[in-house]
């Protein structure tokens, strides 16, 4: 599988499908490429806010291409033309060629409308994306909580998508107590550097998992950037 990372929380997963994650573009200073410019056919939004929907919308438009989210967001996105498929808390989607399970994240939730009105959307939630015999867990915007043992258990992703940048999510000891628990074979930082507030080393975050001691590979991308997993 292939994994992009297009800034702070977006991701393109490549395999059998294109799997297009949190597409948060316009607007977003690292993202290096337009909304446009994306082929997906399938988008995954872990939570309503703009940094994470972001482009979603007119991505689907344009792509045909259905959003996968919570119930609730999913009613809210319906309105404006674009399929979606609503699922929740420990469902499965089996899709085409890949699975996607929603698993929880321990954040905020809401969405706001065109008019600036904020909108209730349901709980924030996480993905494990099977695809090519590859799992990989993107965490959403959360902070480490113990369940994410359980989430390790169950499903056994090969690769973690995780928030390192503090401040809105958990930052990198809390990252590092993650990948404890889930014990991926890899991990990628995201969630940091894209504002002031969550600038973070990711250096810094590769070197606390090895002072840790933990049998886990950093893989530490540019926007733009891509890793290739191969079991």
């Known amino acids: 599988m292939k994994i992009t990372w297009l800034g702070h929380a977006a991701f393109l997963l490549e395999g059998r499908a294109k799997v297009l994650i949190d597409p948060f573009l316009t607007g977003n200073p690292n993202a290096p490429v337009k909304p446009e410019e994306v082929e997906a056919d399938y988008i995954l939004v872990t939570h309503g806010h703009g940094d994470h929907l972001g482009d979603a919308v007119e991505i689907a438009k344009k792509n045909n291409a259905p959003i996968i989210c919570i119930h609730e967001l999913s009613r809210i996105l319906a309105k404006y033309d674009v399929e979606t498929m609503g699922m929740n808390m420990g469902g499965t989607a089996r899709t085409g060629s890949i699975a996607v399970t929603m698993v929880p994240a321990w954040h905020s939730a809401d969405v706001e409308d065109e008019k600036g009105n904020i909108i209730s959307a349901g709980l924030p939630a996480g993905f494990v994306v099977s695809m090519d015999g590859v799992r990989v867990y993107h965490t959403g ?32 000891a809390g990252a590092v107590k993650a990948l404890e628990l889930v014990k991926p074979k890899v991990a990628i930082p995201m969630h940091y550097n894209t504002f002031p507030l969550v600038e973070k080393d990711p250096e810094d975050f590769r070197k606390a998992v090895k002072a840790k001691g933990l049998d886990v590979e950093v893989v530490i991308l540019k926007p733009g950037e891509s890793y290739e997993y191969n079991k």
């Open 141 to 172: 915007d959360t902070d480490v909580f113990l369940d994410m043992q359980l989430i390790g258990e169950l499903h056994k992703p090969d690769v973690m998508l995780v928030p390192i940048g503090d401040y809105y999510t958990m930052g990198i």
